[in-house]
């Protein structure tokens, strides 16, 4: 299991911290933004297949910003396996 922390961009929460067991989301957790919604998010992706998440959550945006915090998590769920593996 790894650990790892995603300063993300363009949102209004600040960072997103993933537990990731190879493709499965163990545990995610976000600093700043909608606490109501992102502790929502978080609860309802763990357990899931990062590329399901990632299917759903790329490219989704928030009003006029080109991002979201769900289109943040896909990004970090995406840099934090490629550092899984690359450490592997």
């Known amino acids: ?11 209004c929460s600040k960072q997103i911290t993933v537990e990731l067991d190879g493709k499965t989301i ?12 992102l502790s929502g998010i978080s609860k309802l992706v763990e ?3 990062l590329d399901f998440v990632v299917g759903r959550f790329k490219g989704n945006t928030c009003g006029a ?3 979201s915090c769900p289109d943040q ?16």
Request: charged share 20%; with cysteine; net charge neutral.
């Open 26 to 37: 163990r545990h995610v957790t976000f600093e700043g933004g909608c606490n109501g919604n």
């Open 1 to 11: 299991m790894s650990t790892y922390v995603y300063k993300t961009k363009g949102t």
């Open 47 to 49: 357990g899931m297949d």
């Open 65 to 67: 910003r080109p991002t």
């Open 73 to 88: 998590l896909a990004r970090a769920l995406e840099e934090a396996y490629a550092a899984e593996q690359a450490g592997a």
